[in-house]
């Protein structure tokens, strides 16, 4: 005889927001990495496409025979669909904006509220008329198979096996995409604007210098800031993680007058005898600190 089992989720909507303060919690601890990160995708692929759908369904909805299965799984991610981008559509015109935090703030507000009114109104109903997701397997019994569906039912769980473990390969495989360094310089306000021109002799000139990896793989750079050729400086080494950002201010100053003098920021990775990115721009070095430095002598003389 054919083996049942009725699996029935009584707690769904604690399953809902339980997972919902997972996802927030592996988004607020910054972790991204690993297992971590792979919870995140799944976690956070249910959160904007199933969980408010669900939940607002079962709100409307609580008596067990006012959708059946079907029709609440498909209205679950259609709700779901037009919920969240209005929600998101309502959070632009807040001073917060349509960023991960505040979206992450909304949905779960919403997803409680929702579940909430789905208690009470769950609750108010009699035991038998609630609506709780149920499922039933049916698992034949292989003495009664004969020999043809045995084998045809070993090859189908194989296949769903193998299906199962070339959708694990894609999603835990990263996509190797192009490999370069983002390098690039900004204003000390940290905005591609405000760049120093004029320098009076010894004046130090600051920037903001960037470099991103994107190398798939850790790398070690050095920088050097050339000033014609008045003025060198080398920073590093620099180690970088895939994915990670280095910004710092850098300094640099001449004490020859020089117009135009052009300053050059070259990167290097380790082992290059030639620079991997490089960028500039000109400044000018005025006689101003000189001049002055000859009136205070004449003071003395």
């Excluded at 070339?166 to 999603?171: A, P």
Aim: charged residues 20%; aromatic residues 14%.
């Amino acid at each position: 005889m054919p083996l049942r089992k009725n699996l029935s989720l009584r707690y769904d909507l604690l399953y809902v927001l339980g997972l919902s303060a997972l996802l927030a919690l592996t988004i607020i601890s910054g972790q991204a990495t690993g297992w971590w990160h792979y919870l995140r995708v799944i976690l956070g692929i249910l959160f904007i496409l199933f969980f408010p759908g669900y939940v607002l369904i079962v709100a409307l909805f609580p008596k067990k025979d006012d959708l059946d299965g079907i029709e609440r799984a498909a209205l679950s991610f259609g709700l779901s669909i037009a919920v969240v981008p209005l929600l998101g559509l309502a959070l632009n015109y807040t001073p917060w904006g349509i960023r991960l935090l505040p979206i992450l703030v909304i949905l779960i507000l919403f997803t409680g509220l929702m579940s909430g009114l789905a208690f009470y109104r769950r609750g108010k109903l009699p035991p038998a008329e609630r609506f709780v997701p149920a499922f039933e397997l049916n698992l034949p019994n292989l003495k009664e198979l004969s020999l043809l569906d045995k084998v045809l039912s070993i090859l189908l769980v194989l296949a769903i096996f193998f299906a199962l473990g070339s959708i694990f390969y894609v999603v835990t495989t990263p996509k190797v995409g192009e490999k370069f360094t983002e390098f690039y310089i900004l204003g000390k306000d940290g905005k591609a604007e405000g760049y120093p021109q004029n320098l009076s002799f010894g004046e130090k000139g600051e920037v903001i210098v960037g470099v991103v990896n994107h190398e798939y793989r850790p790398v070690k750079y050095y920088l050097i800031v050339k000033m014609g050729d008045f003025y060198k400086s080398r920073t590093g080494p620099i180690q970088l993680e895939y994915g990670e950002k280095w910004e710092k201010p850098v300094n640099f100053s001449a004490y020859q007058w020089h117009k135009n003098l052009k300053v050059e920021f070259l990167l290097f990775r380790q082992g290059d005898k030639k620079p991997y990115r490089s960028t500039h721009l000109w400044v000018n070095v005025t006689k101003q600190m000189v001049s002055g430095l000859k009136t205070l002598l004449n003071c003395f003389t």
